[in-house]
Protein backbone atom coordinates (compact mmCIF):
# COMPACT_ATOMS: atom_id res chain seq x y z
CA UNK A 1 0.00 0.00 0.00
CA UNK A 2 1.19 3.46 -0.74
CA UNK A 3 1.47 6.07 1.66
CA UNK A 4 1.58 9.60 1.01
CA UNK A 5 4.74 11.12 3.67
CA UNK A 6 4.75 14.57 2.32
CA UNK A 7 3.71 17.20 -0.96
CA UNK A 8 6.38 19.59 -2.04
CA UNK A 9 5.62 23.33 -2.20
CA UNK A 10 7.24 25.96 -3.47
CA UNK A 11 11.06 26.63 -5.17
CA UNK A 12 13.17 28.04 -2.11
CA UNK A 13 15.96 30.03 -3.68
CA UNK A 14 17.43 28.97 -7.14
CA UNK A 15 19.86 26.08 -6.23
CA UNK A 16 16.70 23.75 -6.95
CA UNK A 17 15.35 23.53 -3.06
CA UNK A 18 12.28 22.82 -2.47
CA UNK A 19 9.61 23.13 0.74
CA UNK A 20 7.83 19.88 1.41
CA UNK A 21 4.74 19.75 3.58
CA UNK A 22 5.81 16.82 6.17
CA UNK A 23 2.67 14.42 6.57
CA UNK A 24 4.39 11.44 8.48
CA UNK A 25 5.61 11.88 12.14
CA UNK A 26 9.27 10.41 11.19
CA UNK A 27 10.61 13.05 9.09
CA UNK A 28 14.32 12.47 9.46
CA UNK A 29 13.54 8.54 9.22
CA UNK A 30 11.38 9.27 5.24
CA UNK A 31 13.18 12.27 4.31
CA UNK A 32 16.85 11.21 4.83
CA UNK A 33 19.75 12.35 2.46
CA UNK A 34 20.06 8.90 -0.05
CA UNK A 35 16.29 8.04 0.47
CA UNK A 36 14.38 7.41 -2.59
CA UNK A 37 10.56 8.32 -2.84
CA UNK A 38 7.68 7.49 -5.01
CA UNK A 39 5.68 10.29 -6.49
CA UNK A 40 2.31 10.57 -7.01
CA UNK A 41 1.78 11.56 -10.40
CA UNK A 42 4.38 8.21 -11.20
CA UNK A 43 5.88 10.73 -13.80
CA UNK A 44 7.54 12.86 -11.35
CA UNK A 45 9.85 9.95 -10.19
CA UNK A 46 10.97 8.20 -8.20
CA UNK A 47 13.13 11.30 -6.84
CA UNK A 48 16.34 10.76 -4.57
CA UNK A 49 16.64 12.84 -1.58
CA UNK A 50 20.09 14.60 -1.56
CA UNK A 51 20.10 16.95 1.29
CA UNK A 52 17.55 18.08 3.79
CA UNK A 53 17.62 20.11 6.32
CA UNK A 54 15.34 22.58 8.61
CA UNK A 55 14.89 26.78 7.44
CA UNK A 56 12.52 28.81 9.83
CA UNK A 57 10.18 25.62 10.63
CA UNK A 58 10.27 24.05 7.28
CA UNK A 59 11.51 21.29 5.78
CA UNK A 60 13.39 21.98 2.48
CA UNK A 61 14.76 19.28 0.52
CA UNK A 62 16.95 18.84 -2.69
CA UNK A 63 16.41 15.81 -5.23
CA UNK A 64 19.06 14.50 -7.74
CA UNK A 65 18.41 15.83 -10.55
CA UNK A 66 17.18 18.80 -9.53
CA UNK A 67 20.08 21.41 -10.14
CA UNK A 68 17.47 25.23 -10.79
CA UNK A 69 14.74 27.11 -9.96
CA UNK A 70 12.78 25.97 -12.85
CA UNK A 71 13.77 22.29 -12.47
CA UNK A 72 12.35 22.65 -9.11
CA UNK A 73 9.03 24.38 -9.88
CA UNK A 74 8.15 21.66 -12.24
CA UNK A 75 7.92 19.37 -8.83
CA UNK A 76 5.52 21.61 -7.47
CA UNK A 77 2.89 19.95 -5.65
CA UNK A 78 4.18 16.34 -6.36
CA UNK A 79 3.23 14.50 -3.35
CA UNK A 80 5.98 11.59 -2.25
CA UNK A 81 4.91 8.34 -1.32
CA UNK A 82 6.55 5.79 0.22
CA UNK A 83 5.43 2.07 -0.07
CA UNK A 84 4.32 0.54 3.14
CA UNK A 85 2.62 -3.21 4.24
CA UNK A 86 -0.94 -3.49 4.41
CA UNK A 87 -1.22 -4.51 8.17
CA UNK A 88 1.13 -1.53 9.02
CA UNK A 89 -0.11 1.07 11.56
CA UNK A 90 1.54 3.94 13.44
CA UNK A 91 2.80 3.55 16.57
CA UNK A 92 0.92 6.15 18.40
CA UNK A 93 -2.52 4.64 18.87
CA UNK A 94 -4.03 8.13 18.23
CA UNK A 95 -2.31 8.64 14.84
CA UNK A 96 -4.03 6.95 11.81
CA UNK A 97 -3.22 6.83 8.05
CA UNK A 98 -5.80 8.21 5.95
CA UNK A 99 -6.88 5.10 4.09
CA UNK A 100 -7.95 4.07 7.47
CA UNK A 101 -9.86 6.77 8.01
CA UNK A 102 -11.45 6.89 4.24
CA UNK A 103 -14.78 5.03 4.63
CA UNK A 104 -15.51 5.23 7.88
CA UNK A 105 -19.17 5.84 9.38
CA UNK A 106 -19.85 9.33 11.18
CA UNK A 107 -21.63 8.55 14.41
CA UNK A 108 -23.04 11.06 17.29
CA UNK A 109 -22.78 10.14 20.78
CA UNK A 110 -26.71 8.75 20.46
CA UNK A 111 -25.39 6.71 17.67
CA UNK A 112 -27.40 8.73 14.56
CA UNK A 113 -26.14 8.19 11.30
CA UNK A 114 -24.28 11.58 9.96
CA UNK A 115 -22.46 10.00 7.23
CA UNK A 116 -19.31 8.28 6.35
CA UNK A 117 -15.50 9.71 5.60
CA UNK A 118 -14.54 10.05 2.03
CA UNK A 119 -11.18 12.27 2.46
CA UNK A 120 -8.57 13.95 4.87
CA UNK A 121 -7.70 17.34 4.05
CA UNK A 122 -4.20 17.86 5.56
CA UNK A 123 -4.65 21.77 5.57
CA UNK A 124 -1.44 23.86 7.48
CA UNK A 125 -3.18 24.71 10.65
CA UNK A 126 -5.36 21.37 10.90
CA UNK A 127 -6.70 18.32 9.33
CA UNK A 128 -10.12 18.00 8.42
CA UNK A 129 -12.14 15.06 7.49
CA UNK A 130 -14.19 15.70 4.43
CA UNK A 131 -17.67 13.65 5.73
CA UNK A 132 -20.50 12.89 2.71
CA UNK A 133 -23.92 12.82 4.34
CA UNK A 134 -26.77 10.49 3.97
CA UNK A 135 -28.48 13.34 2.07
CA UNK A 136 -25.59 13.85 -0.36
CA UNK A 137 -23.88 17.04 1.35
CA UNK A 138 -20.41 17.45 2.08
CA UNK A 139 -19.52 18.65 5.57
CA UNK A 140 -15.85 19.77 6.56
CA UNK A 141 -15.10 18.30 10.10
CA UNK A 142 -12.20 19.34 12.30
CA UNK A 143 -9.95 15.92 12.94
CA UNK A 144 -9.44 17.24 16.53
CA UNK A 145 -10.06 15.20 20.10
CA UNK A 146 -12.73 17.55 20.93
CA UNK A 147 -14.96 17.24 17.99
CA UNK A 148 -13.93 13.82 16.95
CA UNK A 149 -13.17 11.93 20.49
CA UNK A 150 -13.40 8.36 19.53
CA UNK A 151 -11.90 6.66 16.35
CA UNK A 152 -13.05 2.85 16.61
CA UNK A 153 -11.18 0.99 13.63
CA UNK A 154 -12.95 -2.50 14.36
CA UNK A 155 -16.09 -1.05 14.78
CA UNK A 156 -15.14 1.25 11.25
CA UNK A 157 -16.91 4.52 13.07
CA UNK A 158 -16.05 7.90 14.16
CA UNK A 159 -17.53 9.36 16.46
CA UNK A 160 -18.16 13.20 16.79
CA UNK A 161 -19.22 15.80 19.18
CA UNK A 162 -19.95 18.32 16.87
CA UNK A 163 -21.22 21.72 16.88
CA UNK A 164 -24.18 23.39 16.81
CA UNK A 165 -24.95 23.95 13.10
CA UNK A 166 -21.73 21.78 12.00
CA UNK A 167 -24.22 18.89 10.25
CA UNK A 168 -27.31 21.15 9.90
CA UNK A 169 -28.89 21.85 6.47
CA UNK A 170 -27.94 24.12 4.38
CA UNK A 171 -30.31 27.28 4.16
CA UNK A 172 -32.51 27.68 1.06
CA UNK A 173 -31.27 29.90 -1.22
Known sequence: MQLVVGRIGRPHGVRGEL????RTDS????FAPG???LTDPESAGPLEITGARWHSGRLLLTFAGVADRTAAEALRNVRLVVE???DETPEDPEDFYDHQLVGLGVVDAAGTDL?????VLHLPSQELLAV????????????VHEIVPE???AAKRVRVTPPPGLFADAPEG
Do not use: H, K, N
Open 132 to 143: RTPDGREVLVPF
Open 35 to 37: SSL
Open 84 to 86: IPD
Open 115 to 119: GTVTD
Open 151 to 153: VDL
Open 19 to 22: TVEV
Open 27 to 30: PELR
